[in-house]
């Protein structure tokens, strides 16, 4: 699909959000400055308070969208607790955002792993090394355990640790808005069906 027919509106004629969501990031990689796969990912604690922060989609498909993180962190704990989780894209260059809601739930070990193998050795050792979300005494601790990770593992593999690993999101929803000339914007709801198997689709006013 072209830049110029999804400008003129035509991407609330499709009938499924995968295809799409893999346009819009497609070109938002092409026109982003930093970081086109970045969300803003929201959750809730025990207390019912929100919480909300930047991470990096690592995959999706139509099982659903993947990040990863420290299962002991504030994130991991209050996603593991509800199950439920929200994401936001924003793509300012494109005018475009795309709001995701659904249930979450870890992903395998062995696509952990494979994942976990991918990233550069400084990020497994720092993986080990930080204890997120909780205090931190001086920048010294930090780069204190960063040596010691890093003389524990000085060549070959670094294990994945247990408390590090990945989430998807399994849409039950997903938002297409596309800013329109005087705030009358282009706004589409994917649905899932009550049996899980398909969507439906729900224009709505900007």
Same mark, same amino acid.
């Given at each position: 699909?072209?830049e110029?027919a999804?400008?003129?509106?035509?991407?609330?004629?499709?009938s499924?959000?995968?295809?799409?969501?893999a346009?819009?990031?497609?070109?938002?990689?092409k026109?982003?400055?930093?970081?086109?796969?970045?969300?803003?990912?929201?959750t809730?604690?025990?207390?019912?308070?929100?919480?909300v922060?930047m991470v990096?989609?690592?995959?999706?498909?139509?099982?659903?969208?993947v990040?990863?993180?420290?299962?002991?962190?504030?994130?991991?704990?209050?996603?593991?607790?509800a199950?439920?989780?929200a994401?936001?894209?924003?793509?300012?260059?494109l005018?475009?955002?795309?709001?995701?809601?659904?249930?979450?739930?870890?992903?395998?070990?062995?696509?952990?792993?494979?994942y976990?193998?991918?990233?550069?050795?400084?990020?497994? =050792?720092? %993986?080990?090394?930080?204890?997120?979300?909780r205090?931190?005494?001086?920048?010294? %601790?930090l780069?204190?355990a960063? %040596?010691?990770?890093?003389?524990?593992?000085?060549?070959?593999? =670094?294990?994945?640790?247990?408390?590090?690993?990945?989430?998807?999101?399994?849409?039950?929803?997903?938002?297409?808005w596309?800013?329109?000339?005087?705030?009358?914007h282009?706004r589409?709801?994917?649905r899932?069906?009550?049996?899980?198997?398909?969507?439906?689709k729900?224009?709505?006013?900007?």
């Amino acid at each position: 699909m072209s830049e110029e027919a999804l400008t003129s509106g035509d991407f609330t004629e499709e009938s499924e959000p995968y295809s799409l969501f893999a346009t819009w990031l497609r070109d938002a990689e092409k026109s982003e400055p930093n970081d086109p796969n970045a969300l803003a990912l929201a959750t809730v604690d025990a207390d019912g308070m929100p919480n909300v922060r930047m991470v990096l989609l690592k995959g999706f498909d139509p099982q659903g969208f993947v990040f990863y993180t420290n299962f002991e962190s504030r994130k991991g704990v209050e996603i593991l607790g509800a199950r439920k989780a929200a994401m936001g894209f924003h793509w300012k260059s494109l005018r475009r955002q795309v709001r995701v809601r659904g249930n979450v739930e870890v992903v395998p070990d062995a696509e952990a792993d494979a994942y976990y193998a991918s990233r550069p050795r400084g990020s497994r =050792i720092g %993986a080990w090394a930080s204890k997120q979300s909780r205090p931190l005494e001086s920048r010294f %601790a930090l780069e204190k355990a960063v %040596a010691e990770y890093t003389a524990r593992y000085p060549i070959g593999d =670094i294990p994945r640790p247990p408390h590090w690993s990945g989430f998807r999101l399994k849409p039950v929803s997903i938002e297409f808005w596309h800013d329109r000339p005087f705030r009358l914007h282009d706004r589409v709801e994917f649905r899932r069906t009550p049996d899980g198997e398909g969507w439906t689709k729900v224009r709505m006013y900007p």
